[in-house]
């Protein structure tokens, strides 16, 4: 399942079939990432493991023969190999801290959220810089500036029971970097990026990542 927000408000949250119908992506062929419901694995939140153990498994299957994967394989979740306990930065603060963070961490990018930990959106170097061109005189003004009163980029975001796959593919065809996972509530859980995903590749022997 994803989600795109647009200033900390949900403005989608669905498939990822209906990601690529809402934002007229040219994407490639789609046959390996073919389910169409996510639905499939929410019962895996929600359900007492021992109970449901078997319908669980039912769920998982039904998934990957509709994906065309080999069914002794293992399916992985973002949760699974994303990177928990995130750098992130509220919305309190100044453009120039976020610049700072990013730089201190060596990261690429840098999550926002709220006073209770809900995302907002996502900011990196590049989105700062580029504010400061457009008004070059006011270089200081502009990073004193709290994230809060700044427009935002758009977020897409996924939750922590999606397939590894899919998040790839949307990365791919998206040109993101990383993409937040978050709850149902919005709460901001961790964060998966291409690093992340490559080295699920090298690590996990029964990891099929194109199917």
């Not at 007229?24 to 007492?48: C, G, H, I, Y």
């Not at 928990?84 to 120039?96: D, F, H, Q, V």
Request: proline share 3%.
């Amino acid at each position: 399942m994803f989600a795109i927000y647009r200033n900390g408000s949900v403005g989608f949250r669905n498939t990822i079939d209906n990601l690529y119908e809402v934002k007229k992506t040219e994407a490639p062929d789609r046959v390996e990432m073919k389910p169409e419901d996510d639905t499939l694995f929410q019962e895996l939140l929600t359900s007492n493991e021992k109970e449901n153990s078997s319908k669980e498994n039912e769920a998982i299957n039904a998934y990957k023969k509709i994906a065309h994967i080999d069914t002794s394989e293992q399916v992985y979740h973002v949760k699974d190999i994303m990177t928990k306990n995130c750098i992130c930065i509220k919305t309190t603060s100044t453009l120039l801290e976020a610049y700072n963070i990013l730089k201190e961490y060596q990261i690429n990018q840098i999550p926002i959220i709220d006073g209770n930990q809900k995302i907002i959106s996502l900011i990196n170097k590049k989105f700062i810089l580029n504010l400061i061109i457009e008004d070059i005189d006011h270089t200081r003004t502009i990073l004193d500036k709290k994230i809060e009163d700044i427009y935002l980029p758009e977020l897409i975001t996924t939750d922590p029971i999606t397939d590894i796959r899919r998040v790839a593919k949307v990365i791919v065809d998206f040109k993101l970097s990383a993409i937040p996972v978050v709850t149902q509530e919005d709460i901001l859980i961790g964060i998966v990026s291409k690093t992340d995903i490559l080295k699920a590749v090298a690590k996990l022997p029964s990891f099929q990542l194109w199917s």
